[in-house]
């Protein structure tokens, strides 16, 4: 899971030791004579400027074009946060994906950071596509109408939070999105567990006293916890789940389980 905790803004030194390859001064040797380098570094300073700064920062674990590797930056604005009624408070992010081996574009994704659990959401919906921009013609004026584009969007993310919030599941419900949500974590490989195997009571069972209720928002809150961080068992030798680590896995995963919660809104 991506490990948001606040602790407040990473130094540019503290980056630098998360991942490395976001301070790559040109592209891998393997790009051609066309590819434009930008140092997501220099991205990084441009957004400090648009008001949002690095809470976490990582790379891939690379064989090949090492140093250039994809890489992921979160940023967090202090002046935008999206406030409960219920304390549940959440802190609206940007999660910038980007590589400097000429295989990917800067990737700009709508997230959210819960302060009740410290967890982080990622947001997928139509409204919510990523965005990118290549790195031939990045300039500061872009890079604000992207960010200012996503920010205008904001409260759409209320929307749904309030949406969510409202809606009212059976237990047969609950069991089918933890079913669903388990489909989604093992992929092919859970067409050869028995059903029978997976503990959907656990899987469903509060952390927190802030995650009990029915409500669709606290099912998909503790739900996409315990996927994503491996806190389930299943299997006839019930086997223990991993944690999720690669964060390309991570924000992939995320996302699925934001539109399978969108499919409970009636």
């Known amino acids: 899971m991506l490990e948001l905790k606040n602790e407040g803004y990473k130094t540019k030194s503290e980056i630098k030791e998360l991942a490395p390859s976001i301070f790559a001064t040109k592209g891998a040797e393997i790009t051609s004579e066309k590819y434009t380098h930008i140092p997501t570094y220099q991205v990084i300073e441009d957004m400090e400027l648009l008001g949002w700064n690095v809470v976490d920062a990582k790379q891939v674990k690379a064989r090949k074009n090492i140093g250039f590797q994809k890489h992921l930056v979160v940023f967090r604005n ?3 946060m999206i406030k409960g009624e219920d304390g ?16 990917n574009a800067f990737t700009f994704t709508a997230g959210l950071f819960r302060l009740v659990c410290e967890n982080g ?12 921009i290549r790195h031939m013609g990045y300039d500061f ?3 604000r109408k992207v960010i200012t584009n996503m920010v205008e969007k904001l409260p759409l993310t209320v929307e749904s939070m309030n949406k969510f919030k409202t809606i009212q599941l059976e237990m047969e419900q609950i069991k089918d999105f933890a ?11 859970i067409k050869n567990i028995p059903s029978h195997t997976f503990d ?34 299943y299997g006839s030798k019930m086997r223990k789940a991993r944690k999720i680590k690669n964060f390309n896995q991570d924000i992939k995963l995320n996302a699925e389980l934001y539109q399978l919660a969108e499919t409970f809104v009636q």
Do not use: H
């Open 121 to 132: 959401l990622v947001i997928k919906t139509e409204e919510f596509e990523d965005m990118k």
């Open 78 to 80: 202090p002046d935008v």
């Open 179 to 189: 079913m669903k949500a388990l489909e989604i974590r093992l992929g092919d490989e």
């Open 141 to 143: 004026e872009e890079l």
């Open 88 to 103: 549940d408070d959440a802190y609206p992010q940007i999660l910038l994906t980007n590589s400097s081996d000429g295989k």
């Open 200 to 233: 959907l009571d656990s899987l469903v069972e509060p952390i927190r006293n802030e995650d009990k209720g029915n409500d669709l928002w606290s099912v998909y809150n503790r739900i996409q916890e315990k996927i994503i961080n491996g806190m389930f068992n």
